[in-house]
């Protein structure tokens, strides 16, 4: 089956860096997408990676390695209101118009 | 800056009764997309639907579910005859041609007594 592992929880303090990691099992994909759903809200578009390397969108970053089904989303600078679930995501080439989701990662920031 | 939007924002229903969820998509936007997500889970795919008719649907979009778009700007989702286990949120996606940026609406939740 296909699948996108998660952490279920990461807690890190204000001002530091964390990475939230995505393994995935699926038999293709066209690239990794990154969102961030806060409590009782929508899940918010954040980063994506159609090609192996990094992405930097000002204190967020995503890494894709496609030879080690292996993704993160890198947040910088924590501040209070990136506490969020994370999730990743693939659309898969057996259909492409159907999107796997991850697990999900709820991050908790810390004064 | 253009969005999605969804209603209602609650729906409570009885068992066996049907509900419909509505979602505008943004105008410019080709694909739609149906999700749902019970509390503390996963987002989970339910159906996408593009050039008028569903181009793909999961496991759980079964006959109970049903999608349209009834005219230029709305999308439907109707679930007959409701069970408890279909409380959840229902999120309504959409996404340009040529990009995998999914933007979503605020959600419907739905409560199934």
């Known amino acids: 089956g296909q699948s996108l592992e998660q952490p279920s929880e990461v807690t890190a303090v204000e001002g530091a860096i964390v990475q939230i990691n995505c393994t995935y099992q699926t038999s293709g994909f066209y690239g990794l997408s990154w969102y961030q759903q806060h409590d009782g809200g929508a899940p918010t578009f954040l980063s994506y990676?159609?090609?192996?390397g990094l992405e930097e969108t000002g204190r967020f970053s995503s890494f894709l390695s496609r030879s080690d089904s292996y993704g993160y989303l890198l947040l910088q600078e924590l501040q209070m209101k990136d506490s969020a679930s994370y999730f990743c995501?693939?659309?898969?080439?057996?259909?492409?118009?159907?999107?796997?989701f991850g697990t999900g990662t709820r991050l908790k920031v810390l004064a | 800056e253009p969005e999605v939007t969804q209603t209602p924002s609650h729906q409570v229903t009885q068992m066996g009764q049907e509900v419909i969820l509505r979602c505008v998509p943004i105008?410019?936007?080709?694909?739609f997309y149906w999700y749902r997500q019970i509390l503390g889970q996963k987002v989970e795919f339910l159906v996408s639907?593009?050039?008028?008719?569903?181009?793909?649907k999961s496991e759980i979009f079964d006959d109970q579910f049903s999608v349209e778009r009834p005219d230029g700007s709305n999308f439907t989702l109707k679930i007959r005859s409701t069970k408890l286990e279909d409380s959840a949120m229902y999120f309504c996606a959409s996404r340009r041609q040529g990009s995998d940026t999914q933007y979503f609406g605020p959600g419907t939740r739905l409560t199934v007594l």
């Open positions: 639907f593009y050039n008028n008719e569903i181009s793909e």
């Open positions: 995501a693939v659309r898969d080439t057996s259909g492409t118009y159907k999107y796997i």
């Open positions: 105008s410019n936007h080709l694909y």
């Open positions: 990676n159609a090609l192996d």
